[in-house]
C-alpha cells in the first residue's frame, strides 16, 4: 500500500547521507518507494537532501560518534508509527599513516568516524529492531578491513572492527528476525577521490550507485537469507 507521497510506508535511516554514496544510498532507497530519514553533518546537507526528494526523505543533523545525540535522534524517530525498518549505516571517513608515523589523535579520530558512528547507530537499531521482531542493518566497510591496508593503518583498523561490530551483532540478533551485512568498497568514484588519484587508477573506481545498488538489495527482502555477510564491491581493483 502506498500513501499520498508514494512511499509503500516503509521507513529507514541513512547515515553519511550528505556524502556521494550516501546521497546515492538515499537516491536507491526512494526510488523503491521507501522514506528515508537522511542523517548528515550538516544542516544545509540535510536540507538539500529533503528538498531533493519531497515527502520521501526527512533530513536530520547529528554527532554521530556521540552515543548521546544518537540516542537523541533515535528517540525522535519513535514518535513515527513503526520501528525503522533498515539502518544503512555510511558514516566515515579516511585518514592515511602508518603506525610508525601516526599521531595519537589520528588513532583515535579514525575509530571515532567509522567505528563509534556505526556502533553507537547500530544500538539504538538493534534495541527497536529486535523488539519488532523485523529489520536489517548494512555497514559500510572498505576492503582494507579484511586486504592490506598499507599506508592507512588506523582507517584499514577501525573498518576492522565495523566488519567484526557486523559479524556479532548478526549472531546476536539472528534469532530476533533482523538482518546485519557489511559492504567493502575499494576506491569510489568521487569528486574527492578523481581530486587525489590518477586518471587512470579512478577508470578502475566503482560509482556509489553501483554499491547503492548492492546495499539496497540487502536492504530488501530479497535479502531475506542473508546476514553476517562482508560483501566485497571492489570492482576491477
Not at 537516491?27 to 544545509?44: I, K, M, Q
Amino acid at each position: 500500500m502506498t500513501d499520498a507521497s508514494g512511499a509503500s510506508g516503509a521507513f529507514g535511516v541513512v547515515t553519511g547521507a550528505g556524502g556521494a554514496l550516501g546521497r546515492a544510498v538515499v537516491a536507491e532507497l526512494v526510488a523503491a518507494r521507501h522514506r528515508v530519514v537522511a542523517v548528515a553533518r550538516s544542516g544545509t546537507d540535510a536540507a538539500a537532501l529533503a528538498s531533493s526528494h519531497p515527502g520521501l526523505v526527512t533530513g536530520e543533523v547529528a554527532d554521530l560518534a556521540d552515543p548521546d545525540q544518537v540516542a537523541a535522534l533515535w528517540k525522535r524517530l519513535d514518535e513515527r508509527a513503526a520501528a525503522p525498518a533498515f539502518l544503512v549505516s555510511v558514516a566515515g571517513g579516511y585518514r592515511g599513516g602508518t603506525l610508525v608515523d601516526s599521531r595519537p589523535e589520528d588513532y583515535r579520530d579514525m575509530l571515532a568516524i567509522n567505528l563509534d558512528t556505526a556502533w553507537w547507530s547500530c544500538r539504538e537499531a538493534a534495541r527497536r529492531m529486535s523488539a519488532a521482531g523485523t529489520g536489517a542493518i548494512v555497514n559500510v566497510a572498505a576492503r582494507t578491513a579484511v586486504q592490506g591496508g598499507t599506508g592507512s593503518i588506523a582507517y584499514a583498523v577501525a573498518k576492522a572492527a565495523v566488519v567484526k561490530l557486523t559479524q556479532v551483532l548478526a549472531d546476536e540478533l539472528k534469532d530476533a528476525g533482523v538482518r546485519v551485512n557489511a559492504v567493502l568498497p575499494a576506491l569510489i568514484d568521487t569528486p574527492d577521490n578523481a581530486a587525489a588519484f590518477s586518471a587512470e587508477r579512478m577508470k578502475k573506481a566503482v560509482s556509489p550507485e553501483a554499491i547503492a545498488r548492492v546495499i539496497g538489495y540487502l536492504c530488501s527482502a530479497d535479502a531475506g537469507p542473508v546476514t553476517g555477510a562482508a560483501i566485497p564491491v571492489y570492482g576491477r581493483f
